[in-house]
Each structure stands twice: as structure tokens, then as C-alpha cells.
């Protein structure tokens, strides 16, 4: 009984590569988000995916980033041309339904340090 | 999604109940309440949800007075395991809803030895 997977759980980068995150949702959830905490920060909403469709990416920096939920295979979160102001703590969460009464199970995160 | 204000820190010690309350002055009539636990290096856990009176689970319980405006999560004998940051979101339970949570600074509880 998996719960959210995400890998790799640690990423450096140098300034001006690309970032690729995947998130794995819980078994039977199609509901899929992601979160970014700066150091000493609360989380930030960024997107919300289901299977092929962006729900609500209002917390999407507008350049550089893009996520992707395909009918197969994990959840991307992607990020060219990454920058210092990137190096921050980023969270997949997932649930059954996109609903407050499914809480979100939340995966240990993918730290991705820009150097 | 109501605006929430819970304190920046608190200090226990082992064994004590601990008191977390949680304002939300501008609650809505469809709001829930509902509290998540992160531990360094981990994402957030759900801990309890309610939207009136009392609630308990095995973890928790969560107090809201008739008002809504505030809540107070309760933490019985706490361990040293249970330092952590507590986070207290509200939001709207209806349909059409998209289960966003926005989350604030949260609460920093240390428990001492």
C-alpha cells in the first residue's frame, strides 16, 4: 500500500539546466498536486492535474515551469532554465477526489538545489 | 479560502496536553476546518477535519465553538515525536470545489524532555 512516490528525492542543478520532478499518486487517486516551500516558508500552491488535464495552475510561475499528468506514467513537474531562486523544497499530494472531504496525502518532497 | 492565524511557535513538555488554537474570523458557511502535521524533510500528514463541536480521532481532537470563528486542535500527552509544524486551512467542502489548500506559516510546537 504505496503512498505518493516521488523521485529523485534530492536534485542539484546548475543555473540554466532543466529540472525534471515525478510524483507517482497514491494507487486509485487521479487527483494530483504540487507545492513548493522555500526554506522557513509554508507551502505554496502551484498546480492542480488530473489524468491529462491542468485543473488550475494559478500558482504556476507564468515561465519556465509546466507540469504534465499523461493517461500513463507519473506526474512531471518541469522547470527550464532554473535559477537560485528555484533551490526550494517541492511536494506532490494526491487524493481519490478533488474534493475537501478527500484529504490530500502528501509525498516527502524533491529537493532541488541550484547551484 | 478564509485567511487563518494560528500562533508562530509553541513549547511543551513531554506528557502535557497541548492547545493549538486556530482563528478564522471570516469563515464561510460551507467551510471545513482541517489540520495537517509536517515533520522535517517530510511532506504534511493530515491529522482531523470538522466543521462543528468536537471531533476525535485517535491522533487528535478538534474543538469549534458554536461562532466557527476559531478551532483548537488538542494534542493529548504529547512525546518528543510529535515536534512538528501544525497547519490549520479552511475551505469549502461543496461541489466544484478543487480540494486546493493554501496553507499558512503554520504553528512550530517543540516538545521538550
Request: with cysteine.
Amino acid at each position: 500500500n504505496a503512498g505518493v512516490m516521488q523521485n529523485p528525492r534530492h536534485l542539484v542543478r546548475r543555473r540554466g539546466q532543466e529540472a525534471r520532478l515525478r510524483c507517482s499518486p497514491m494507487k486509485g487517486h487521479s487527483h494530483v498536486y504540487w507545492y513548493r516551500q522555500l526554506p522557513e516558508e509554508g507551502l505554496k500552491f502551484m498546480v492542480y492535474l488530473q489524468k491529462e488535464n491542468i485543473i488550475d495552475e494559478s500558482g504556476m510561475p507564468k515561465e519556465r515551469f509546466s507540469a504534465e499528468f499523461p493517461k500513463e506514467g507519473p506526474s512531471i513537474l518541469r522547470i527550464q532554465q532554473v535559477v537560485r531562486g528555484d533551490s526550494a523544497a517541492y511536494f506532490c499530494a494526491s487524493s481519490p477526489a478533488g474534493t475537501w472531504d478527500s484529504p490530500l496525502h502528501f509525498g516527502n518532497g524533491t529537493r532541488l538545489t541550484v547551484t | 479560502l478564509a485567511k487563518t492565524t494560528q500562533p508562530i511557535s509553541m513549547d511543551s513538555y513531554e506528557g502535557q496536553e497541548v492547545n493549538i488554537t486556530c482563528s478564522h474570523n471570516n469563515i464561510a458557511t460551507n467551510d471545513y476546518i482541517t489540520w495537517y502535521q509536517q515533520f522535517p524533510s517530510q511532506g504534511p500528514r493530515f491529522i482531523i477535519q470538522g466543521y462543528k463541536t468536537k471531533v476525535t480521532n485517535e491522533v487528535a481532537s478538534l474543538f469549534i465553538p458554536a461562532d466557527r470563528k476559531s478551532s483548537t486542535l488538542s494534542l493529548p500527552r504529547v512525546s518528543l515525536s510529535d515536534t512538528a509544524v501544525y497547519y490549520c486551512l479552511v475551505g469549502d467542502r461543496g461541489s466544484g470545489n478543487t480540494g486546493k489548500l493554501i496553507f499558512g506559516q503554520g504553528t512550530t510546537l517543540q516538545v521538550k524532555p
